[in-house]
């Protein structure tokens, strides 16, 4: 499969223009991908409230209830993979960061996507470089042209914690606290 896609804005509207192998030419409105799919996770925060992982693909967002959350353990590179569950082609992710607090411990996001769930046999999408605060949402754009031939999307935070002052923090290690993970894009 040859495929040659480009992202167009039109009426406030994402579009997805797809040339095919025919030459036939169409456009498709991108949509939530991850929206209740599959997640696999580095670690889950092992005290109460526990958080589940499929909590940042539910759809629930603005809340400021530490249970809804999904949140690993302490840990240097934490992250979660979604499996799309079919070949797609990726334009954004949106990383909603918690609103419960301690929002500046999401910074150095890297965002991949590929046909494979190893770290090391994935595209970039992009970085969240940061540091975060406290219910910020952000969006990664993939690029002019979007991620292809993607069924897994990962989010990993890939440098140690910056953050001095909280024994949580020691050693570099990080946390990874989210809300939800959108990923914008269509099913080929
Ligand atoms: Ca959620």
Known sequence: MSRDCRVREENDKTMIDVVGENLEYFSIKVENLALGKNVSVSTIYPYPPYSDPSNAVDGRTG???????FHTDFELYPWLTIALGTLSIVKNVILHNRSDGHGRWLHNVEIRGGISS?????????????????GKIHTIECGARPLLNVLYVTVK?????Y???DWNARDGKNALGLEEVVVNGLNV
Do not use: Y
């Open 163 to 165: 953050i001095t002052d």
């Open 157 to 161: 935070i890939v440098r140690p914690n």
């Open 63 to 69: 809340f400021a209830d530490s249970g809804l959350l």
């Open 118 to 134: 190893v770290w090391s046999e994935m595209n970039t999408c992009g970085t969240f470089v940061g540091p975060s605060q406290t």
